[in-house]
């Protein structure tokens, strides 16, 4: 929970909301964390609300709250959940119920915290973000509008390499022209092979399509127009020094809006994208594993979970037996 750098005064009630009465014990505990702990306004709130919902579960099964057991407490945390309470928000009422029954404990009222030991529901991880095949697409083939020759083919090229090569950001600013001693990346052109230095420090090649192949030219032909003597970077920014990833990150957002994308469009997401299709077009999970460079399957195989995603959606859009019927 967040804290002031001084005690309030004031009650405990959040700024413009409407006080709440609680019994006398638990308005104590909140007056404590206000005065003692000197915890924020917006977190007492949030304690307040996490006490209300306390007394109203156990006033509906008729429990005393100071002789609340552990089963007790995990029927209430079982019924938030089946509210649809989000994991998240169940751990944050825990935390507090949690506190209030060791504050309790510390004052000799209760003999045992019926929260201890209990956890809040795991939240599902969410699925990446990736784009359509048509969006990445319409994405890859956008040229820059407004920018001089030198910016539009460097921009170009670096949409090319992050969707046509599954690169993280911080892997395609730190390749290099050629392979140079103490070259973190770069890619041989003969061989149509990516060379980069991944998590872990651990090296990993990749194929480079005709089409960042092409793309890759088109830069390298202005790119001595933008670099500064002996810049050994790929790409690089208007000062000709390394482009750095915040600048990627904001070129990218640039590109995706010129192309009419309705989403905001980040490094990652490209590489998301570039996971998702291979998935979807060739069904070879270890393949996508050695090319992402991922050490274990099971971080590949939230893209299976996008895959199925994109099934269903092909499902409902186009079976008969999908549609439900009118009347």
Known sequence: MARTSKAAAAPVVAEGSVPTALPEELERWLQHLQVERRLAARSLALYRDALQRLVALSGEEGVALHQAQPHHVRGWMAALHAGGLAPRSIALILSAWRGLYRWWGQNGEVPLNPVMGLRAPKAGKPLPKALSVEQAVALAEHEGEGDDPALAARDHCI????????????????LDVGAGEGAAGWVDLPDATVHVMGKGSKRRSGPVGSAALAALQRWLAQRASMAA?????????????????????????????????????????????????????????????????HASITTTQIYTRLD????????DAAHPRAKKKDG
Do not use: I, N, W
């Open 159 to 174: 949409v090319e390499l992050l969707y046509g090569c599954g690169l993280r950001v911080g892997e395609l600013v730190g």
């Open 308 to 315: 199925f995603q994109h099934l269903a959606k092909v499902y």
């Open 229 to 293: 003597s002996g810049e050994r970077a790929l790409f690089v920014s208007r000062r000709g020094t390394r482009l750095t990833a915040s600048q990627v990150r904001s070129r990218l957002r640039r590109q995706a809006l010129q192309a009419g994308l309705p989403t905001s469009v980040h490094p990652h997401m490209l590489r998301h994208s570039y996971a998702s299709h291979l998935l979807q077009s060739s069904g070879d999970l270890r393949a996508v594993q050695e090319l992402l460079g």
